[in-house]
Structures are given as C-alpha cells and as structure tokens.
T-cell receptor, first 113, second 113 residues
Framework: QQQVKQSPQSLIVQKGGISIINCAYENTAFDYFPWYQQFPGKGPALLIAIRPDVSEKKEGRFTISFNKSAKQFSLHIMDSQPGDSATYFCAASMNGSQGNLIFGKGTKLSVKP | NAGVMQNPRHLVRRRGQEARLRCSPMKGHSHVYWYRQLPEEGLKFMVYLQKENIIDESGMPKERFSAEFPKEGPSILRIQQVVRGDSAAYFC???????????FGDGTRLSIL
C-alpha cells in the first residue's frame, strides 16, 4: 500500500526552465511534508518542508505548493540548473517531523545545459 | 560539525553471514531512524530509536533484523543469516526530537553474494 504517490518518475528540463514534481497522499493524519534531494552515492538531503497550515513555502529557487483539500503537494524549482540534476523525494509523516517518514518513489531530474 | 556518520560505506557478505551496520548521529541528536532503499525505489522506514529505547519498529522484518541504540556508542542495525533479498542501501537519520527535521547519513550499501 503506497501512501505517497509521486510523479513523474523522470523529468528532463532545459537550463533556466521550471521543474515541477507532484505528490499525492492518502492519510489525512499526515502533518509534515518534506522534500529531499539525493545525489548518486549520497544520502537524502532535506531541501524544504511544509506543514498543512500554509499553502505555499518558498526558499530561494525552491517552492512547495500545498493543497490540503486535494491532498496534493508539489515542488517547483525555478531557473533550473545542471547542478540541480538529482533524484527528488517527497515524504510525509504524522506527529510532525518526529514521526517516521513515508517516502514517494522519487523523481530523477536531468537539467540540460 | 560532523553530520550523521555511517560505516561501513560498503559491506559484502555471503548468504548466511551476519551484517552489522553502524550509525553515529549528529552531535546533540538522541533520535535515530533506520531506512532501507532498494534500487530505483524510495526509502522505506524500518525502526525509530531513542537512547536505549525502541520507539517504533513497525517497519522491521519480524525475523533476522534487530536494532539498538545504547547509552554509549553508535546505533547498530544487525541482520542475521543474510539472504540475497537483503541487498540494499541502508540509511540512518537523526534528529534532536522536539519536532526537528531528520538528517540523513550517506548510507551503507550491503551486497550479498
């Protein structure tokens, strides 16, 4: 039973473009939604996170949009750069960030120069 | 300012042997989480520990797997009598609790011959 569904599986974007990755969840008890970036051979690194009391959070070129009624959230990467090429995972948890994280299957992003 | 340290980075075992994976959390962190990642998959939660206590082991296989986080020293994930299906990357994350985010190590890649 997959509780967090992530799409697309892979994404190719031109340098300077906008990368958009979507996630949908089923459990309305989730109250913490982080995004992680993972490079090959490395562990996931926390990019940005949101709680359901806000609809949008922006940090630099990264923005999370959150739609509580649709049970969906998305990551937007503005002005995408080749260095952003990595695998991105959305996740969700209950009990805030203390709870165990339920991860999506990941999106492999390639930004072409 | 060391992050989460995992060792070994790579571990090769033959079927039937034991595997021991170690995780030293970030300084000041007393909460440790173990996750398993299969190729092309997201991370799957295994176990959540605080010092000397298992808080949530709902993701641990019922047999052959165990985890501990002693008062002194690193957290240990132990896999007895390994089988080919145990081949995966095992990641440890730590947090300081109190609704603080989880930070990941670079993982241990376990290969079973």
């Amino acid at each position: 039973q997959q509780q967090v569904k992530q799409s697309p599986q892979s994404l190719i974007v031109q340098k300077g473009g906008i990368s958009i990755i979507n996630c949908a969840y089923e459990n309305t008890a989730f109250d913490y939604f982080p995004w992680y970036q993972q490079f090959p051979g490395k562990g996931p690194a926390l990019l940005i996170a949101i709680r359901p009391d806000v609809s949008e959070k922006k940090e630099g070129r990264f923005t999370i949009s959150f739609n509580k009624s649709a049970k969906q959230f998305s990551l937007h990467i503005m002005d995408s750069q080749p260095g952003d090429s990595a695998t991105y995972f959305c996740a969700a948890s209950m009990n805030g960030s203390q709870g165990n994280l339920i991860f999506g299957k990941g999106t492999k992003l390639s930004v072409k120069p | 300012n060391a992050g989460v340290m995992q060792n070994p980075r790579h571990l090769v075992r033959r079927r039937g042997q034991e595997a021991r994976l170690r995780c030293s959390p970030m300084k000041g962190h007393s909460h440790v989480y173990w996750y398993r990642q299969l190729p092309e998959e997201g991370l799957k939660f295994m176990v959540y520990l605080q010092k000397e206590n298992i808080i949530d082991e709902s993701g641990m296989p019922k047999e052959r797997f165990s985890a501990e986080f002693p008062k002194e020293g690193p957290s240990i994930l132990r896999i007895q009598q390994v089988v080919r299906g145990d081949s995966a990357a095992y990641f440890c994350a730590s947090s300081s609790g109190g609704n603080q985010p989880q930070h990941f190590g670079d993982g241990t890649r376990l290969s079973i011959l």
